[in-house]
Each structure stands twice: as C-alpha cells, then as structure tokens.
C-alpha cells in the first residue's frame, strides 16, 4: 500500500465526493477513481458504496479508516518533523576530541557544519587521557559529548563507529639520536627490540593494540613497560630516548624539533572518525555525521582520505 493510495482514501472518507476529493488534492478525477479501485483490490472488497446521487462508506471502509487514521497521522508528523529538521538545526551539539585528535581535520568538519546549520551552536569538549582516566567514550555515554572525533574502529556494543573523515599514516615516534631515526621506513619486527608505554588500566584495550600491536607478525612481544600519566608524558619519554610511540602522522604534540617520525611501512592507516553513544543518537548527531560524508568526500582523492607521513 502506497500514502497516494492511503490519502485518496482518507480525504474521499471525509468529503464522499469523488469530484471533491480530486479538488482538494488537485489530482485528476480518474486518477483518485483507479487509486481507490487498487486499494479496494488489495483490501479484498468495496470499500465505497457509490451511486449517482451519494458515496458512502462501507462496514468495511468504516473499519479501514479507523485503523488507517492514526497511522497515517503518525507518518505525517514524522515527515514534518524531518522536514523541518532538514531547514535548520537548533540547540546544542557538544563534540568531543582528544589531544591526540588531528586539530585541522576538526576544524574542517565544525566549520562545515556550522556553515550548514548556523542556528545551532557547536562546542568543543576534550576528553581526557592523563591521569587515571583514560577511558575516552566515558563523556559519551554520559551524555557529556554528543559525538567525539577520535580513532573510529571501536567494537563496543553501545557505540556506533560513524564515518572517516580521514586516515593517517603510521609512524614511529623516536629520538634524533636512536638507532631507527635515520631510517627512510621501520617494519613492525623492528619493535620487538624497544620498549613501548603500558596501557593505562582505564584505557580501553582496543585503542591500545589499534596504535600499539602487542606482538610483531612473527609473534614476538612488543614490551609495554613505561607506565605513562598524560600524553606529554609519552612526547618527553620519547625525546629523551625512553621509549619509541607508534601513532598516526599528523598528531599536533608530535611537531618538535627533538622528535623524529619514521613512517611505519607495514601497518594500516589509523581511521580517524565520528563516534557516538548509540542510545544518545538524535537529529543533531546524524547532521553531523552526514557534514562528515561530505566533508571527506570534498577532498581530492589525491590528498584525502589520509594524513600523510612527514617528508624527511
């Protein structure tokens, strides 16, 4: 059942009169004549009582119109609702970030949608990763951030992995003067040898072996020894040589003159992306996400969608 057929029906309930109807609609008379006839097909029976002088309903139109009404009502509202939400958010929609989120693609993304629905007012919350708090989808699921703009490839029941806006480039994080810094590439077999930070016990697991493999692909264990309170603390750790830090080309605390990024060859790019508390999803949410679609689908393919190692 079609709503041109549902419609016909429901307003020919209230005028019976075919010619009327075909007015109110602005339809062609014929045309409501055969809608009609296709609903009473899949009905089973007339639902119309017609002569020369009156229409009427039958028992079995009466019953029809009363279960159709307040359906019909129902998808009406909804149409309006999104049409009216396709017009122009309002009220507030809180993204989340953290220090390791790259600032431009960010930017690009706000901008985008602050261009599109300028009524409704975005602003930027960071969520922690220092301290004894690392669990970055804890302000989602609290309501504190609507959606956060992060690594993407979460598995977590409650949460719903949206699009990428961008990819990045793995690279190795070393000191000037360590063994690996003058390379043009590393392998993942090379950090069997270095040691790595210790995943913080409020960090969730999977964003540890997303950045950081606990093993190279012969098998051997990557050491996860240095215990770290901040990111800062693993920038420092790195430049005075402590530790080595896999990551994503681009990170912003990563620029500095006493760090080296050595591209890694053999590890895929880190999808950067939307992510949101599934329960929590709302139109302001899904606006964002479809701005996300567009804005990475914007980029040249040349350039987009990935963030690519430094040129040394």
Not at 157 to 186: C, N
Not at 240 to 269: E, F, K, M, N, W
């Amino acid at each position: 059942m079609d709503t041109a057929e549902v419609e016909v029906f429901l307003v020919l309930a209230e005028e019976l009169h075919f010619g009327h109807t075909a007015e109110r609609l602005r339809l062609p008379q014929p045309r409501v004549s055969r809608l009609i006839a296709r609903l009473e097909r899949r009905a089973g029976g007339m639902l119309f009582d017609r002569t020369n002088r009156r229409v009427r309903l039958t028992p079995l139109g009466e019953q029809l119109r009363g279960q159709l009404e307040p359906a019909y009502a129902q998808l009406t509202a909804a149409l309006d609702r999104t049409r009216a939400a396709s017009r122009g958010l309002t009220g507030q929609l809180r993204v989340g970030f953290t220090a390791t989120t790259p600032s431009e693609p960010l930017t690009r993304l706000v901008q985008a949608f602050e261009s599109r629905h300028p009524d409704c007012q975005v602003t930027l919350h960071e969520h922690p990763i220092t301290g004894d708090d690392w669990d970055v989808w804890r302000p989602l699921r609290e309501g504190k951030s609507d959606a956060l703009v992060y690594w993407n490839g979460t598995n977590e029941p409650d949460l719903t992995a949206g699009p990428v806006i961008i990819w990045l480039d793995r690279v190795l994080l070393v000191a000037p003067g360590h063994r690996l810094a003058g390379r043009e590439s590393v392998s993942v077999e090379d950090l069997a040898c270095e040691r790595v930070i210790q995943r913080p016990p409020s960090g969730p697991r999977e964003v540890m072996d997303a950045f950081i493999p606990p093993a190279t692909p012969s098998g051997r264990p990557i050491p996860r020894t240095e215990p770290i309170r901040s990111f800062h603390e693993v920038i420092s750790l790195v430049a005075r040589g402590r530790i080595v830090h896999p990551t994503g080309a681009g990170i912003l605390g990563a620029r500095r003159s006493d760090i080296v990024q050595v591209p890694i060859r053999d590890l895929p790019p880190l999808p950067i992306g939307l992510t949101w508390c599934t329960a929590h999803e709302n139109a302001r949410i899904r606006a964002l996400a479809c701005i996300a679609t567009s804005v990475a689908a914007s980029i040249p393919a040349a350039d987009c969608p990935r963030i690519p190692h430094p040129v040394r």
